[in-house]
């Protein structure tokens, strides 16, 4: 049986919350990239979500960021232990780059997913890795101000 979209639209609408895991392929992205896990983390303005992407890239971010120290240790990579208390089905060699945190509303963020591609995933999500993220993110050059500040 086929949900419909509207009520589809709200279910998600309602899962969006902090500290949770979740699976969507962002429209943003061009049409052959795929779904990727996004963490979502706390803001001060409940009306925000701050979405940080979890990627097994870890060898090209690096590359990628190898000229500016500053935007390499912003590169959050998961430990084996991270990996295991978030969810199995990460790949273990995984980083979350706090460059380019997604700062939406839940309006804006369902606008850019695909519902049929969108999981929640249960996961635990240790104190100590928001703490880390939330600190490379506000570390970061790359991070507009206004983004630093909602944490």
Not at 13 to 32: A, G, H, R
Not at 85 to 108: A, F, G, H, W
């Amino acid at each position: 049986m086929d949900i419909p979209i509207n009520i589809k639209v709200q279910s998600i609408q309602d899962s969006l919350t902090s500290q949770k895991l979740y699976l969507f392929k962002n429209n943003s992205y061009s049409d052959d990239a795929p779904s990727h896990y996004h963490l979502a983390i706390k803001t001060n303005d409940d009306k925000y979500l701050l979405l940080t992407m979890i990627t097994s890239q870890v060898e090209k971010k690096k590359q990628y960021y190898a000229d500016s120290p500053t935007l390499l240790s912003s590169l959050v990579e998961l430990s084996a232990a991270d990996v295991n208390q978030i969810s199995s089905r990460l790949n273990l060699n995984s980083c979350i780059d706090c460059n380019r945190p997604i700062l939406k509303t839940n309006e804006e963020l369902l606008a850019n997913i695909t519902t049929d591609s969108f999981e929640y995933i249960d996961a635990t999500i240790q104190s100590d890795l928001i703490d880390k993220i939330t600190t490379a993110i506000k570390s970061s050059p790359q991070v507009r101000p206004n983004v630093k500040n909602i944490l």
